[in-house]
Each structure stands twice: as C-alpha cells, then as structure tokens.
C-alpha cells in the first residue's frame, strides 16, 4: 500500500512558541491531504483539507490562523500550530488520498505534540 | 456522511472468528462501507472496503447485508496483534473524500 510519513514523530515544545509538523507520501502524489486531530481516548476529529496550491479548507470550530497549512508540493504539506498552549497538546494525524482510482486513505503515523 | 453505530468494546480469544458489528441504517446508494483500525497510538490503517457484496482480502473479510443497513468485520483468526480500535465508515468515494470518524470498536484480543 502506499505509504505517508509525518515528522516528526514526538515533540515536545514551550507555550507560546510554533510548531511545524510535516506530512509526505511518499510512493504517491496526493493533491489532497488531511490533518486529524486526536486527544486521549478519544476519535479522530478532523480538523482541515489540504489542497495543493490552494488555501486549506478548515472544518468548523478550527482556527486558521492558529493551525497553519501549506500545501506547496504534490507530496507535501505542513500543519504549524502557532502560538502553542497545553491545550494544543494532542496527537496530530495526517492522511492522504492516492491517484484517481483508487479508494483508501492511506495515514501517516502521526506526531505527539505535548506543550509545557 | 451517514452515521454509523458500533459495540463499544469487544472481547475475543486468541485464535478465534472477530465478528464486530457496524449499524449504518441512513446509507445512501452511492455510498461505500470502510472499515479502519488504529492501533495505539499509530495512525489508522485500512482494512476493506465495500459497496454490497461481500468482499475478502488478507486482512479480512466485510459482510454486508442484502439492504445495506448493516455490515460484519470478520477477522478469521484473532491475534493479539489485532487489539485495535476498529471504526466503521460509510463514504461516497465519488464526492468529498474526508473521513468522519466515531467512537469505533475497542477490540481486546486475549490469551
């Protein structure tokens, strides 16, 4: 199956400062990603989609500003959380879509953010 | 996207049938069956997906019945490997791609 990286794996930053995580497929070029956010034992939330060369689309109730996205690349886009607080603390999963044809979405392996 | 209802949690001994059940009464035509599982603290992963027939792959197989209102994830033989939570999806492939997740399944494989 195709494969999605996220980097990196664990971070562990101070409040206030930014973060930038990244998320790559790697056998595939997806123009379409999607950043999930997921807090103890709890589901997936998605919180936007990623769209290259255009602005992401952000699902109600997530701020843009806060949670940055850029999709410069067929295989990448990033997710920075700006200005980051204990409540950020999360864990943060990316996914993506393969060529046309096909019909799963293929998950990175996720990134722990924890804010002190 | 449809909702689905799933079992909150399941048990099943090590080298049994898992049977989990998934509920998705408001499926519309066009809609296809997903089954995920996310192992902790890993990004899910897929399993299978369905339309109406049955479907098999190495993972596992999907039952759906004849008024798509509700299908079966079988895995054939349980390992511990496979405590997971296992979500349960129903999407138009052909329209928006997201994903809605829900509460899922927490299977608990045991000795």
């Known amino acids: 199956g195709a494969v999605v990286s996220q980097h990196p794996s664990r971070v562990i930053c101070k409040s206030g400062t930014s973060v930038k995580i990244e998320c790559r497929s790697l056998d595939f070029q997806a123009t379409t990603m999607f950043w999930y956010r997921q807090f103890p034992k709890k589901s997936l939330m998605l919180m936007a989609t990623?769209?290259?060369?255009?602005?992401?689309?952000?699902e109600q109730g997530v701020e843009k500003d806060k949670f940055l996205i850029n999709h410069a690349s067929l295989t990448l886009s990033t997710l920075t959380v700006t200005s980051a607080h204990p409540e950020d603390s999360s864990f943060y999963i990316c996914?993506?879509?393969?060529?046309?044809?096909?019909?799963?979405?293929?998950f990175g392996p996720g990134t722990r953010l924890t804010v002190t | 996207d449809a909702k689905t209802t799933q079992p909150t949690s399941m048990d099943c001994a090590e080298g049994r049938a898992a049977n989990l059940p998934c509920n998705h009464s408001t499926i519309s035509g066009n809609e296809y069956v997903y089954w995920y599982r996310q192992i902790h603290s890993q990004g899910p992963q897929y399993i299978i997906h369905g339309l109406k027939n049955n479907e098999t792959n190495e993972m596992a197989s999907l039952i759906i019945t004849e008024d798509r209102k509700s299908s079966t994830l079988i895995l054939p033989h349980a390992t511990l490997r496979d405590t997971a939570v296992y979500y349960c999806i129903v999407r138009d492939p052909g329209t928006a791609s997201k994903l809605t997740f829900g509460t899922g399944t927490r299977l608990q494989v045991t000795l």
């Open positions: 990623s769209n290259e060369g255009s602005k992401a689309t952000y």
């Open positions: 996914s993506a879509n393969p060529p046309t044809g096909t019909y799963e979405q293929y």
